[in-house]
């Protein structure tokens, strides 16, 4: 006989046991579609593969593993996401849409806020976290590896 916990978690293991590869097959379908959009080399140059056929040839065994998957997996439901892994999720969410307007300063929003979140309280530690962590990344990037950020808010200031 069963128990009552099962017959209320098995729509949520049959989710689960579905949504994940074919969410992969989804997402694979649009790189897919993105990666024939590249520009086509001229037959006079060609010489082997052309650009898309590597990301392409990737891209199908990453379907053909995840059909796999969807057939053959039977492990069990994974435990629901906790609260705190949903809250960071969202805090790259929020790092994702900020950056559009500044890659460090979505940075270094979420280098604080995801210190704060993690259980950091004193102030001048979240404040440091925040400050510090996109100014080092920047310099090591656009120094040492001499890497050209997009614009922003902030690195306008920076290559004027």
Do not use: H
């Amino acid at each position: 006989m069963q128990d009552a916990a099962d017959t209320t978690d098995q729509p949520r293991r049959d989710i689960s046991r579905y949504a994940v590869p074919l969410g992969i097959i989804a997402f694979c379908a649009w790189a897919y579609w993105l990666s024939t959009q590249f520009d086509r080399v001229p037959p006079i140059l060609k010489r082997g593969m052309q650009p898309e056929d590597f990301p392409q040839l990737v891209i199908g065994l990453i379907i053909m593993l995840s059909v796999w998957l969807l057939f053959r997996d039977t492990s069990a439901a994974p435990e629901r996401l906790t609260k705190m892994v949903q809250m960071t999720m969202g805090l790259l969410i929020g790092f994702l849409l900020v950056a559009e307007i500044d890659l460090f300063l979505g940075l270094g929003l979420f280098a604080g806020s995801l210190a704060a979140l993690w259980g950091e309280r004193r102030f001048w530690a979240v404040f440091l976290v925040g400050l510090i962590t996109p100014i080092a990344v920047f310099f090591l990037f656009d120094g040492v590896f001499e890497v050209r950020f997009p614009r922003g808010l902030l690195t306008n200031l920076w290559y004027g």
